[in-house]
């Protein structure tokens, strides 16, 4: 018989006495005290302290597959008798499955090599082999705990380069050295890190081998920090754990029976230094993320600065002495002599093709725009902090089913200005057509995750609470703000339309409106690629993300960038007397969302270890679903953005 140990780590949880509370909290995240067992309600201790310290365990996952799998499903040490808690929608959506788990610890009592439970395997069973060869996966792709302590992460620090410490929010459940001896993930830190006392940690030798972490070190107080440090020991009985052995392994090649056993030790440290309010600090500190956040500030403030002084030079420079000059013709010989973007005023506000379809695209793109600005500024707020969990997503899907009526009316004051009379079908396809993509690819990768038994799978009544705000509040706002929309006359222009249209001359190469929506998209990403970076990070190589105050400032020089540089375009092919402005405007800001994408596939191949169809499946899958978002978004407001440019101009335009 073959005994493995699963040693889990070291856990050291940092707590703080704090003498005043007068400090103002979010809803939903007020401090917790904590007192000695026997010490609660007595006099001069804060009322209501708790002596339990309860861990909840969380989903697992990997920078190496996109499908996370729930804590219980790798069978580790589980307890079923409590209720887990309740989750929000925004944690469903991001596949979160808080559970509660069987460590529990009392307040400043320490704890050596507690054993937790016993697994039992024999691998001549088909499900105990199945069960390993789960486990033996999970190690392979580096799949990592989270585990939570006073709603903090209890996160796995260790030293990098240049001397500094980073703080993951996460710990591996073991690591792998393969068949040529080569040690991989978690390995090859615990083989290098000198906090690991014992020297055997280092002894990662064994070919074709799995190392499985197991034990856990943790500290009335606020907790202020929960630390990890995953270790491997080789017990001289399960049953009664010494924490004293060699690593325990479990060789690729290996059957027989085996029984593997989880034990955890808990130290308290007392620390007055830290604020209860800052005990996120040393988490966030040690992602070396703000000097890069400035430079990439900088760089889209620079590209700002351009395109204004361009658009100003045109504004009152160019724009000023044509207006000047047009305004001083007499005669319409003087008239017929001039060219530009003053000879296709008859014919610059005529209804573009597909209507229909730039109408409903622009309702989409006001509810999407008015949701990532309330999102952001609540952000920014600090009402979204990663304290709150599926806070973020939560708001945003909250945000657009009550934002509706404004997509509805929208939709219907342009289609009826473009002329349109079936405003039925327009309704429809506000209501349906761009959110019906997006449900719809969602619903297929969440068959695929169903398939895959990932924790990520929403579950069924999930989905049919989601149609239901769709159905039930999203479509019946839009209807209302498509009521007052058509039921307001049409948007009154400064000109009037000829009733033949003006034949558009022979365009250069950089007139043509392929170049220009190219040319078009470029400069608004290079405002945000650093960003992307950032935001990608933390979707799926799960890096916490906090900078919503940079988020929030690139978001604005986004919408500046993007409607200065279609305004320019479109000044550009006004005078060369190319009057299509409608839907090369929104085409031409909407290009970032090309680059987005291309960017994210240079992400994924340069940047991601993601194995496997389904993980891949489902990358690009969730990708285009954002490019998709991202489209109508900047589209819309290179729309809106021609559209005040084009009415300003001609509105101060004397025309016969």
């Given at each position: 018989?073959c005994?493995l140990?699963?040693?889990r780590g070291?856990v050291?949880?940092i707590?703080?006495?704090?003498?005043?509370?007068?400090s103002?909290?979010?809803?939903?995240?007020a401090?917790v005290?904590?007192?000695?067992?026997?010490?609660?309600g007595?006099e001069?201790?804060?009322?209501?302290c708790?002596s339990?310290?309860?861990?909840?365990v969380?989903?697992?996952?990997?920078?190496?597959?996109?499908?996370?799998?729930?804590?219980?499903?790798f069978?580790?040490?589980?307890?079923?008798?409590?209720?887990?808690?309740?989750?929000?929608?925004?944690?469903?959506?991001?596949?979160?499955r808080?559970?509660?788990?069987?460590?529990k610890?009392e307040?400043?009592?320490?704890?050596?090599?507690?054993?937790?439970?016993t697994?039992?395997y024999?691998t001549n069973?088909?499900?105990?082999?199945?069960?390993?060869?789960?486990?033996?996966?999970?190690?392979?792709?580096?799949y990592?705990?989270?585990w939570?302590?006073?709603?903090?992460?209890?996160?796995w620090?260790?030293?990098?380069?240049?001397?500094?410490k980073?703080?993951?929010?996460?710990f591996?459940?073991?690591?792998y050295?393969?068949?040529?001896g080569?040690?991989?993930?978690?390995?090859?830190?615990?083989?290098?890190?000198?906090?690991f006392v014992?020297?055997?940690?280092?002894?990662?030798k064994?070919k074709?081998t799995?190392y499985?972490?197991?034990?856990?070190?943790?500290?009335?107080?606020r907790?202020?920090?929960?630390?990890?440090?995953?270790?491997?020991?080789k017990?001289?009985?399960?049953?009664a754990?010494?924490?004293?052995?060699?690593p325990?392994?479990l060789?690729?090649?290996f059957?027989?029976?085996?029984?593997?056993?989880?034990?955890?030790?808990?130290?308290f440290?007392?620390?007055t230094?830290?604020?209860?309010?800052?005990?996120?600090d040393?988490?966030?500190?040690?992602?070396p993320?703000?000097n890069?956040?400035?430079?990439?500030?900088?760089?889209?403030?620079?590209i700002v600065?351009?395109?204004s002084?361009?658009?100003?030079?045109?504004?009152?420079r160019?724009?000023?002495k044509?207006?000047?000059?047009?305004?001083?013709?007499?005669?319409?010989?003087?008239?017929?002599e001039?060219?530009?973007w003053?000879l296709?005023h008859?014919?610059?506000?005529?209804?573009p093709?597909?209507?229909?379809?730039?109408?409903?695209?622009?309702?989409?793109g006001?509810?999407i725009?008015?949701m990532?600005?309330?999102?952001?500024?609540?952000?920014?707020?600090g009402?979204?902090?990663p304290?709150n969990?599926?806070?973020l997503m939560?708001?945003?899907?909250?945000l657009?089913?009550l934002?509706?009526?404004?997509?509805?009316?929208?939709?219907?004051?342009f289609?009826?200005?473009?002329?349109?009379?079936?405003?039925?079908?327009?309704?429809?396809?506000t209501?349906?057509?761009?959110?019906?993509?997006?449900?719809?690819?969602f619903?297929?990768?969440?068959?695929?995750?169903?398939?895959?038994?990932?924790?990520?799978?929403?579950?069924?009544?999930?989905?049919v609470?989601?149609?239901?705000?769709?159905?039930?509040?999203?479509?019946?706002?839009?209807?209302i703000?498509a009521?007052f929309?058509?039921?307001k006359?049409?948007?009154e222009?400064?000109?009037?339309?000829?009733?033949i249209?003006?034949?558009?001359?022979?365009?250069?190469?950089y007139t043509r409106?392929?170049?220009?929506?190219?040319?078009?998209?470029?400069?608004?990403?290079?405002?945000?690629?650093?960003q992307?970076?950032?935001?990608?990070?933390?979707?799926?190589?799960?890096?916490?993300?906090?900078m919503?105050?940079?988020?929030?400032?690139?978001?604005?020089?986004l919408?500046?960038t993007c409607?200065?540089?279609?305004?320019l375009?479109c000044?550009?092919?006004?005078c060369?007397?190319?009057?299509h402005w409608?839907?090369?405007?929104?085409?031409?800001s909407?290009?970032?969302?090309?680059?987005f994408l291309?960017?994210a596939?240079?992400y994924?191949f340069?940047k991601?270890q993601?194995?496997?169809l389904a993980?891949?499946?489902?990358?690009?899958?969730?990708?285009?679903i954002?490019?998709?978002i991202?489209?109508?978004?900047?589209g819309?407001?290179?729309f809106?953005?021609?559209?005040w440019?084009?009415?300003?101009?001609?509105?101060?335009?004397?025309?016969?």
């Open positions: 018989m005994s140990h699963r040693a070291s050291l949880v707590f703080l006495l704090l003498h005043s509370a007068t103002f909290y979010l809803p939903g995240l401090p005290s904590f007192c000695e067992p026997g010490q609660t007595k001069n201790e804060v009322p209501d708790k339990t310290i309860e861990i909840f969380n989903r697992l996952d990997s920078v190496e597959s996109v499908l996370p799998y729930e804590y219980t499903a069978d580790f040490c589980a307890i079923d008798s409590e209720k887990r808690p309740s989750e929000n929608l925004g944690q469903v959506l991001f596949g979160e808080i559970e509660p788990s069987p460590y610890f307040f400043k009592k320490k704890v050596d090599c507690k054993p937790v439970c697994k039992s024999n069973k088909p499900e105990d082999k199945a069960h390993l060869d789960f486990l033996k996966k999970g190690m392979l792709l580096n990592q705990h989270h939570i302590v006073d709603n903090m992460p209890v996160t620090c260790y030293d990098v380069e240049d001397g500094q980073f703080c993951n929010p996460g591996p459940i073991g690591c050295v393969t068949e040529a080569r040690p991989k993930d978690a390995c090859v830190v615990n083989s290098v890190k000198t906090f014992s020297s055997f940690q280092s002894d990662f064994d074709d799995f499985v972490f197991n034990h856990n070190e943790a500290a009335g107080a907790l202020v920090a929960a630390k990890m440090e995953p270790k491997s020991y017990h001289t009985k399960v049953e754990p010494d924490c004293a052995g060699g325990m392994y060789n690729n090649k059957s027989g029976e085996l029984k593997i056993g989880y034990t955890y030790s808990v130290q440290v007392e620390d230094h830290i604020r209860w309010a800052s005990r996120w040393y988490i966030l500190e040690s992602m993320h703000t890069i956040q400035w430079f990439s500030i900088m760089n889209s403030l620079v600065l351009f395109l002084g361009m658009v100003a030079m045109i504004m009152l160019t724009l000023h044509d207006i000047a000059r047009y305004n001083q013709m007499d005669s319409v010989e003087d008239a017929q001039e060219f530009g003053k296709v008859g014919d610059v506000f005529r209804p093709r597909k209507g229909m379809l730039l109408s409903v695209f622009l309702g989409s006001t509810q725009f008015i990532m600005f309330v999102t952001l500024f609540f952000a920014c707020l009402f979204l902090s304290a969990r599926g806070a939560t708001c945003a899907v909250v657009w089913v934002l509706g009526t404004p997509a509805g009316y929208v939709a219907a004051r289609y009826k200005s473009f002329g349109g009379e079936k405003w039925k079908t327009n309704v429809l396809l209501c349906f057509l761009c959110p019906g993509v997006v449900f719809a690819d619903f297929v990768m969440n068959l695929i995750l169903w398939g895959e038994g990932s924790s990520a799978a929403m579950p069924f009544g999930t989905l609470a989601i149609l239901a705000l769709w159905f039930c509040i999203s479509v019946p706002l839009t209807f703000g009521y929309g058509f039921k006359t049409g948007i222009h400064p000109v009037r339309t000829n009733q249209p003006r034949q558009i001359p022979e365009q250069s190469f409106s392929l170049p220009g929506i190219v040319m078009g998209g470029i400069l608004p990403f290079g405002c945000i690629f650093i992307l970076f950032f935001i990608l990070n933390s979707i799926w190589s799960h890096q916490m993300y906090y919503f105050g940079f988020l929030f400032l690139v978001f604005i020089i919408v500046i409607s200065e540089a279609t305004i375009l000044y550009f092919h006004l060369a007397e190319d009057y409608q839907w090369r405007s929104f085409l031409t909407g290009f970032t969302a090309v680059y291309v960017y596939i240079h994924f340069s991601l993601i194995t496997g993980s891949t499946i489902l990358y690009f899958g969730y990708t285009m954002m490019a998709l991202f489209f109508l978004f900047t819309t407001i290179g809106f953005a021609c559209f440019f084009v009415t300003k101009i001609y509105s101060v335009v004397k025309v016969d």
